[in-house]
């Protein structure tokens, strides 16, 4: 028997719902939360009181970043904060299949508080997490992700200091039954050149969303970020040769402290100059204890501006690239009345699918940010 798992926050979190639920065991709630911004925070918050009034939910756990970051925030609410358990490469099924490669993080970005909350970097070995991608194909599972806090920083930890490359090639290598692998965020500084060239290969999914975060160098720096924009394009410039197909994404943080409307403009201009068709844009969250919380800050309400401004210029790029799909077909992994296609493009589907099975759509338009049958 296991516990209901409530899962905030990023695909790491996503890969360890199984493995907590198991943990807990029945007639419990545990959430796992996110701290990434104060509202992550405040959505943490929210979920444990809502699982309180729900006479179903029984002991209520809290776990992840939250609990650990911001552990004065549930004082005063009823629920166990606990710490997670186990080492990574914890795998779950949810309509793909997710494997946490590494957890926690070496770097020092002056913005992040999910590196205080998760401690350093810890990897896991290959043979693990060859075993968990091949024990969801196993079960089903016709993607899997290979996500991780810090994933391009696999291997740093074990014997050799094996580079992402190598997890990559020896998943595709010894699961050969799997049809789609795809992988989480991208550290634009840490893309080692044998996973560039693994892009070449159809069952790594043409795929790839970068921790860029800024398009201004000098912002880069205060965030103690360890690529400039022009890594960022060299980056994109080579996978673009291996793969000339490939969707890129990244993450982007609107209103860092001290950023002018000229650095404002670098990040706009750096969502054409990388070609980027989708993008997660953060307002500026200043978490306690991080060295950005103490510099100079952007109004709040100045920062969500910028962010609008970012959201705005990448929907009207994804609209084009989406539409150049029109006319083709595109296998999708379905999750129901939508799928995802090998480009990360959202797929409308002309009937719901079982969750996980693959099918082949003929795009017919694209609207409202998604491709349709």
């Known amino acids: 028997m296991s516990a209901s798992v409530i899962t905030h926050g990023c695909r790491a979190n996503l890969a360890e719902a199984e493995t907590l639920a198991r943990w807990a065991g029945a007639g419990r709630t545990i959430i796992n939360s996110c701290a990434v911004t104060a509202a992550a925070v405040r959505d943490a918050r929210a979920a444990a009181k809502r699982a309180l009034a729900d006479a179903g939910a029984g002991e209520v756990w809290v776990t992840g970043c939250a609990a650990e970051a911001a552990p004065e925030r549930f004082a005063d609410l009823p629920v166990r904060l606990v710490a997670k358990p186990g080492t990574p490469a914890m795998a779950t099924l949810n309509a793909r299949g997710f494997v946490a490669i590494q957890d926690g993080c070496d770097h020092g970005c002056t913005f992040c508080i999910t590196r205080l909350a998760r401690g350093p970097a810890r990897s896991a070995p290959v043979a693990a997490v060859v075993a968990a991608v091949a024990g969801l194909v196993a079960r089903g599972a016709r993607e899997v992700v290979l996500t991780g806090v810090d994933c391009c920083g696999w291997g740093a930890d074990l014997?050799?200091?094996?580079?992402?490359?190598?997890?990559?090639?020896?998943?595709?290598?010894?699961?050969?039954?799997?049809?789609?692998?795809?992988?989480?965020?991208?550290?634009?500084a840490a893309v080692d050149d044998r996973l560039v060239a693994l892009f070449a290969e159809p069952r790594l999914m043409p795929h790839a969303h970068l921790s860029l975060q800024s398009g201004d160098d000098l912002v880069l720096k205060r965030m103690r970020r360890r690529h400039l924009l022009a890594d960022a394009a060299r980056l994109v410039a080579r996978l673009k040769a291996a793969?000339?197909?490939?969707?890129?994404?990244?993450?982007?943080?609107?209103?860092?402290?001290?950023?002018?409307?000229?650095?404002?403009?670098?990040?706009?201009?750096?969502?054409?100059?990388l070609d980027l068709v989708d993008a997660h844009v953060f307002p500026y969250s200043p978490r306690p204890g991080t060295a950005a919380a103490r510099m100079p800050q952007v109004a709040p309400a100045r920062a969500r501006a910028r962010a609008a401004e970012l959201r705005a210029r990448v929907a009207a790029r994804r609209g084009r690239w989406l539409r150049g799909f029109v006319g083709t077909r595109v296998e999708v992994v379905a999750e129901g009345a939508r799928g995802l296609s090998?480009?990360?493009?959202?797929?409308?589907?002309?009937?719901?699918?079982?969750?996980?099975?693959l099918a082949?759509?003929?795009?017919?338009?694209?609207?409202?940010?998604?491709?349709?049958p």
Do not use: M, N
Request: charged share 20%; glycine share 10%.
């Open 159 to 188: 014997p050799g200091a094996p580079r992402l490359g190598t997890l990559v090639e020896a998943v595709l290598a010894e699961v050969p039954d799997l049809p789609r692998l795809r992988l989480s965020t991208l550290d634009p």
């Open 243 to 273: 793969r000339p197909d490939i969707a890129v994404g990244a993450d982007l943080i609107a209103g860092f402290p001290t950023e002018g409307e000229a650095a404002h403009r670098a990040s706009l201009a750096a969502i054409d100059a």
């Open 342 to 357: 090998p480009h990360f493009a959202r797929v409308r589907l002309a009937a719901p699918l079982a969750r996980g099975a």
């Open 360 to 372: 082949v759509v003929q795009v017919r338009g694209a609207k409202g940010g998604e491709l349709v």
